[in-house]
């Protein structure tokens, strides 16, 4: 645990420790923190094209792809 020392400014004797933030200020830091992840999820799932494999990345040529290798499910 800290130190117990005197205050000569409060006048009174405190433990040495480092201060709490209010409870204002966790709220801010959650909701900073929510907003942060969201955003991050968007810009990472927005920024893969869809012209990829999802396994391999390999980009592929839509436009001139074959038809053959054109699988309908």
């Known amino acids: 645990m800290g130190k117990k020392i005197y205050c000569s400014v409060c006048d009174q004797e405190v433990t040495l420790r480092r201060k709490q933030f ?19 999820y968007v810009v990472l799932k927005y920024i893969k094209k869809k012209d990829t494999c999802p396994n391999c990345q390999t980009r592929f040529d839509l436009k001139n792809l074959p038809l053959s290798s054109i699988i309908r499910g």
């Open 22 to 40: 209010e409870h204002k200020y966790h709220e801010i830091l959650c909701l900073t923190m929510i907003v942060t992840f969201g955003m991050s």
